[in-house]
């Protein structure tokens, strides 16, 4: 017996140094961080993933101030390139919107991701759905995607026929007589609507994509809320363009119990990052806190917390998927993911068109 016990001794002791060796580094790291005193973070204009990240750090690493910036990227991006122009480096993370991390991307104005990744269950790549291949959105590997989240159009089955959406997918749209009861999240401004056009015409074509817009009368709002609204108020049926904590307020209080999603595969719905994506910052304000910050975020218990109220699901497999409204991504299914960046140019050529029938 004691012989075996040695043996055994001898055969977990690499795993437990190795364990050690990860424990050492991951105490130092908090250490080097707390010396620099914060994390400076471009963040998600999402109130729930603000409020969560900044509760949740503060918690874990008391000695180091968080200090989360709330802007889209077309108002946040100018700003940090201008401050980089001027020799100013104040940035550790950009965590929102897909399109702006791409943008700092093409700016080389990010680091590669992967050699940041120094817990175990992080930089593993069987942790997470298609490894590190679908992990990042970009070719260099700058920014990751690591939620998958799966957009439909929606509508409202007390006036569209359930049946008949199942039969005819997004083509349920260009019956004449839903002629201006599609209402719109405004594609020609980028966003979540751009993303819907994409949608329609890689399943509808050129041709499809136009009967919506034009023949059908679409109509368009600045927000995503204004659309939900209207389309529980009745003045539409079809909703291209939902915002889910709008809808979930109706609800709340009794309206739109009958909006819902076309359906949740890739014949009707599209995947994306849900908003927000992780990369980090070049040439740091904080190089400690970033490389903690991104290993943090990246952890079961912060994505597992941000998939539960934001309502994003997780790549990370030890992670639930969650189900927003019926929504989920099916198992062996390849979707359009909009994100990525492989399809840019293709996205661009769909903007043109929406703009040459439906100029501002």
Do not use: C
Not at 306 to 326: A, E, F, I, W, Y
Request: proline share 7%; aromatic share 8%; net charge neutral.
């Amino acid at each position: 017996m004691t012989r075996i016990l040695a043996a055994v001794v001898l055969l977990l002791a690499p795993s437990l140094a190795v364990a050690q060796d990860w424990k050492a580094e991951w105490d130092k790291l908090i250490a080097d961080a707390k010396a620099e005193g914060s994390v400076t973070v471009a963040g998600s204009r999402s109130p729930d993933a603000r409020r969560v990240m900044t509760e949740r750090w503060r918690q874990d690493f008391p000695g180091i101030a968080i200090e989360y910036t709330v802007g889209s990227s077309t108002q946040w991006m100018p700003r940090m390139m201008e401050e980089r122009k001027a020799g100013k480096f104040l940035w550790d993370i950009f965590a929102t919107g897909p399109s702006g991390g791409l943008s700092l991307s093409h700016a080389e104005a990010l680091s590669p991701l992967l050699p940041l990744l120094m817990r175990p269950d992080v930089k593993d790549p069987s942790q997470w759905e298609g490894g590190f291949d679908d992990f990042f959105i970009d070719e260099a590997k700058r920014v990751s995607g690591p939620f998958q989240q799966p957009q439909a159009v929606y509508y409202d089955s007390a006036k569209v026929p359930p049946e008949k959406v199942e039969r005819l997918g997004l083509k349920a749209m260009l019956d004449p007589a839903y002629k201006g009861k599609i209402a719109w999240q405004d594609p020609r401004v980028g966003g979540p609507g751009e993303n819907y056009s994409y949608l329609i015409y890689h399943l509808l074509g050129e041709d499809g994509l136009k009967r919506v817009l034009v023949d059908q009368q679409s109509t368009f709002f600045n927000a995503a809320s204004e659309a939900t609204t209207s389309v529980v108020r009745g003045r539409h049926w079809f909703l291209v363009g939902v915002q889910t904590s709008t809808l979930d307020e109706f609800k709340k209080q009794g309206l739109g119990q009958t909006i819902q999603p076309m359906g949740t595969g890739p014949g009707v719905a599209f995947t994306g990052t849900g908003g927000m994506v992780l990369a980090a910052i070049e040439h740091p304000a904080h190089p400690n806190a970033q490389k903690l910050f991104v290993n943090w975020f990246l952890t079961k218990d912060i994505q597992e917390l941000l998939s539960q109220t934001d309502r994003l699901n997780s790549m990370r497999k030890d992670v639930p998927p969650h189900t927003d409204g019926g929504l989920r991504i099916l198992p062996g299914e390849k979707y359009l993911n909009t994100s990525l960046e492989r399809l840019l140019p293709e996205k661009k050529s769909v903007h043109g068109i929406v703009a040459k029938y439906m100029p501002n």
